[in-house]
């Protein structure tokens, strides 16, 4: 399954499938991105990041892609499972100094079984 | 576990009362945050804070006033709240504030104002 935008904010995949969540950022001057998962209850937790001199980035079971020309972010999830479903959010740095990070509203991820 | 706890985790308080937040982090790290984060809306950053001294107020009514003892601790004080106050509050540690690095966020205080 994928979301075309931050204007669908629900995503639902059967268990298995790959999942892409989309994010659009605003800001061409940053220079670091991180995902972001947040279960129901729970503080956001660190997935995976990027910094803007790479285009892709791999971990466990997740690959997030950095396309600088239309300033679009994905996280691709491959084998979804249940433990999943969560809200996923994307977050940029904008760049000149500091660590302020500027978050999206996040895709809720579901998981059929 | 990320390595930042926050008490409480939840706190129903009234427009009059004056409460406090805790956040700690056994992370080592010198920068810490304080988010709000409403319903269907993006996080939003309060305050800032790196090796004890504020960085940033990003234009949050006095009635939040933030307190970092150290660079393990991390206080927001309320005192006359409003119910659009009510909000899960996060807070977040990083290494510090000179380069770029991931945040940990602890679980939140889910805070209701009546």
């Known amino acids: 399954g994928e979301n075309v935008g931050l204007h669908l904010p629900t995503l639902s995949v059967q268990e298995g499938d790959n999942s892409i969540i989309n994010c659009a950022y605003s800001?061409?001057?940053?220079?670091?991105f991180i995902w972001y998962k947040q279960e129901s209850g729970k503080g956001p937790q660190f997935i995976i990041d990027i910094r803007s001199n790479m285009d892709k980035r791999q971990g466990q079971r997740v690959t997030v892609l950095l396309n600088k020309t239309v300033k679009h972010l994905s996280l691709q999830i491959a084998a979804t499972q249940p433990g999943d479903s969560a809200v996923y959010f994307c977050a940029e740095r904008p760049g000149g100094g500091g660590n302020k990070l500027t978050f999206g509203t996040g895709t809720q991820l579901k998981v059929e079984l | 576990e990320t390595g930042v706890t926050q008490t409480p985790r939840h706190l129903v308080m009234g427009m009059t009362n004056k409460k406090s937040l805790k956040c700690e982090q056994h992370l080592g790290h010198n920068a810490m945050y304080w988010y709000k984060q409403s319903a269907k809306k993006p996080l939003e950053l309060m305050f800032v804070?790196?090796?004890?001294?504020?960085?940033e107020n990003n234009s949050v009514p006095s009635r939040f006033s933030p307190e970092c003892p150290n660079s393990s601790h991390l206080f927001l004080h309320l005192h006359t709240l409003q119910p659009e106050d009510s909000a899960l509050y996060l807070c977040?540690?990083?290494?510090?504030?000179?380069?770029?690095?991931?945040?940990?966020f602890g679980p939140g205080t889910r805070l209701t104002v009546t």
């Open positions: 804070y790196n090796f004890k001294e504020q960085t």
């Open positions: 800001n061409s001057a940053s220079d670091y």
């Open positions: 977040a540690s990083s290494q510090d504030l000179a380069g770029a690095y991931e945040q940990y």
